[in-house]
Nanobody, 123 residues
């Protein structure tokens, strides 16, 4: 299974970006999905997760109220809408498919990972 993340770019503080993650086949319909990010010199950190039916979501405190995760299993796609971006959001963003169907913020519970898409927020 391959996950293809896209939608990153350069944006000014206060702006918005929408990241997409598309799976190569219909495997994500039974898996929770998540977004993580890693800034230069920092460890990878959890951003957001959504259950396989989409009824449950969970966000890192740093993005809660600004980011929205959603999915469409018919399209094998997960999105991360990022609003009110700040320079601290600058990182490479990775999407991942979890082992189970429930939301989880633990990286070790994710089986498949995308290649990452760069998000840069200028001040």
């Amino acid at each position: 299974v391959q996950l293809q993340a896209s939608g990153g770019g350069l944006v000014q503080a206060g702006g918005s970006l929408r990241l997409s993650c598309t799976a190569s086949r219909r495997t994500t319909s039974n898996n929770a999905m998540g977004w993580f990010r890693q800034a230069p010199g920092k460890e990878r950190e959890f951003v957001a997760t959504i259950s396989w039916r989409g009824e449950n979501t969970y966000y890192a405190e740093s993005v809660r109220g600004r980011f929205i995760i959603s999915r469409d299993n018919a399209k094998n796609t997960v999105w991360l809408q990022m609003n009110s971006l700040v320079p601290e959001d600058t990182a490479t963003y990775y999407c991942a498919a979890a082992l189970g169907s429930s939301t989880t913020s633990l990286a070790e519970r994710y089986r498949y990972w995308g290649q990452g898409t760069q998000v840069t927020v200028s001040s």
